[in-house]
């Protein structure tokens, strides 16, 4: 399984992705759902992905040859996110289609995507594209997006994340995030790959893999672990569990 998120504030964009591929009990590896693509000055793109691997590993390769022989539509050529989250989702249709048709096995090959990024002065953005081609965009009101395992994961984004959040601290918010859902989903594995994106730098930005015996990212599980167990202390307390007070002599 999977689990990506991306979150847009003020400040910049937050890519978070595990690395852990499941295709069975006995066929777990570790691949990056984490490809970036960067011409500093100009534009910057981060491609997280979800679902079959041939699909998404065909996706990014096409990506790559696209640029590589200046085709008429390629991620340095198209002007805004809009387009680029377009291009990506026809790719990816265009990719399920023939893996389809050259499958006797009923395999399923939907991939889904999460593209953000900058291009120019364009305001940073972030798209989903599901495996139809089709895309939404985050919107200030729900300024996250996840794909893969998101249930484990949601409630401390619904919570937390808002446009006015610093980057560090909705970076902070997305490894909790996934720490949540790695406890509690054995198919979501590290490494853990965080990528930190300030508007307009135009620049890859700060990038971490993080392992479980990582000590920044086994302190963060461990101090969220215990302001969890602090805030149920401080829960108001059942009516009955307060004895009265013994009248005044």
């Given at each position: 399984m999977t689990y990506c998120l991306t979150a847009h504030v003020t400040g910049g964009l937050i890519?978070?992705?595990?690395?852990?591929?499941?295709?069975?009990?006995?066929?777990?590896?570790?691949?990056?759902?984490?490809?970036?693509?960067c011409w500093p000055g100009d534009r910057f793109f981060c491609l997280l992905s979800a679902g079959n691997l041939a699909t998404t590993q065909g996706v990014v390769k096409r990506l790559q040859q696209d640029m590589d022989q200046n085709a008429a539509i390629h991620l340095l050529n198209l002007p805004s996110m809009a387009e680029a989250a377009?291009?990506?989702?026809?790719?990816?249709?265009?990719?399920?289609?023939?893996?389809?048709?050259?499958?006797?096995?009923?395999?399923?090959?939907?991939?889904?995507?999460?593209?953000?990024?900058?291009?120019?002065?364009?305001?940073?953005?972030?798209?989903?594209?599901?495996?139809?081609?089709?895309?939404?965009?985050?919107?200030?009101?729900?300024?996250?997006?996840?794909?893969?395992?998101?249930?484990?994961?949601?409630?401390?984004?619904?919570?937390?994340?808002?446009?006015?959040?610093?980057?560090?601290?909705?970076?902070r918010c997305a490894l909790v995030s996934m720490n949540s859902t790695m406890r509690s989903n054995v198919t979501v594995g590290p490494p853990v790959e965080l990528l930190i994106y300030e508007t307009n730098s135009l620049q890859m930005g700060?990038?971490?893999?993080?392992?479980?015996?990582?000590?920044?990212?086994?302190?963060?599980?461990?101090?969220?672990?215990?302001?969890?167990?602090?805030?149920?202390?401080?829960?108001?307390?059942?009516s009955w569990e307060n004895p009265p007070l013994a009248p005044p002599a």
């Open positions: 890519f978070c992705s595990d690395s852990r591929t499941n295709a069975g009990t006995d066929n777990v590896s570790i691949y990056s759902k984490m490809h970036t693509f377009d291009y990506v989702g026809l790719i990816n249709a265009e990719i399920q289609r023939n893996q389809v048709s050259r499958d006797t096995a009923n395999t399923n090959f939907e991939a889904t995507f999460i593209l953000g990024g900058q291009i120019a002065a364009e305001i940073p953005a972030t798209y989903m594209i599901y495996p139809q081609g089709n895309y939404i965009h985050e919107s200030a009101d729900h300024p996250f997006l996840q794909i893969g395992e998101i249930k484990y994961g949601k409630p401390i984004l619904d919570r937390v994340i808002s446009p006015e959040l610093s980057l560090e601290a909705a970076a700060r990038y971490l893999s993080l392992t479980e015996e990582d000590r920044f990212y086994r302190t963060l599980g461990e101090r969220w672990s215990q302001g969890l167990l602090r805030a149920l202390d401080d829960l108001p307390p059942f």
